[in-house]
């Protein structure tokens, strides 16, 4: 059972380039998430998509876009990066309709650095 | 809005004492609260979780945490620290009555256990 997985473990990309990071769930969650971390700060919401087909802003999502693909897929897209989208990234999803209280299921998050 | 503060961003304890990490929150409407464990180079894992019923939780590896609304807290605790419980550790809230509801997260405390 690989829960969530993320791609790619670990990115370094130069200021202005693009890039897509992936995310698969193999539970059949309805709610996947993408989070960003950085030290000192706790980890903050840039996009959810409750449900297949649609997405939606979180705290902070200048900067990034979303597809959910599918039910299983979620991907977060830096158009033009930014050395201040310099991140651990982790993608999460939930079960939430009809179960109170679900959780968030983690990844092990993309360690992206942006020089 | 709902939020969440963690007092401490880090806190320090012999093996064999009381681990005690606070987290107060901030919620308009009765919560579901969760705590999070993160080892190094790793996502979030579910530690434990109140939704309703009886405010005293148990979780995973011997910790426990109490609701008390009369206080918004819900302090995690554990009679007798382990080298195995050293990582950075997140209290969260979602709030109820929200049908695709997020995680608001605190920004950590990171447990440091000395020998």
């Known amino acids: 059972n690989a829960g969530v997985t993320q791609t790619p473990k670990f990115q370094v990309l130069k200021t202005g380039q693009s890039m897509t990071l992936q995310c698969a769930q193999d539970?059949?969650?309805?709610?996947m998430y993408w989070y960003r971390q950085d030290p000192g700060m706790g980890l903050r919401l840039i996009y959810y998509?409750?449900?297949?087909?649609?997405?939606d802003k979180g705290e902070v999502p200048n900067g990034y876009n979303v597809s959910r693909l599918n039910k299983r897929e979620f991907s977060l897209r830096l158009e033009s990066a930014a050395p201040s989208q310099t991140s651990v990234y982790f993608c999460?999803?939930?079960?939430?309709?009809?179960?109170?209280?679900?959780?968030?299921?983690f990844g092990n998050g993309t360690r992206l650095t942006v020089t | 809005a709902q939020s969440v503060t963690q007092l401490g961003s880090h806190v320090s304890v012999s093996e064999g004492a009381l681990v005690l990490l606070r987290c107060n929150y901030s919620?308009?409407?009765?919560?579901?609260l969760f705590w999070y464990v993160q080892y190094p180079n790793q996502g979030l894992q579910l530690l434990l979780k109140y939704t309703t019923g009886a405010t005293l939780v148990k979780g995973i590896n011997g910790f426990e945490a109490e609701f008390k609304k009369s206080e918004t807290s819900f302090h995690l605790t554990k009679p007798s620290a382990h080298m195995s419980d050293a990582a950075e550790y997140f209290c969260a809230v979602s709030e109820k009555n929200s049908g695709y509801s997020t995680l608001t997260f605190g920004k950590g405390t990171m447990l440091l256990v000395s020998p």
């Open positions: 998509s409750a449900s297949e087909g649609t997405t």
């Open positions: 919620s308009s409407v009765p919560p579901y």
């Open positions: 999460a999803s939930r079960e939430d309709r009809g179960k109170v209280g679900s959780p968030l299921h």
């Open positions: 539970m059949n969650h309805n709610s």
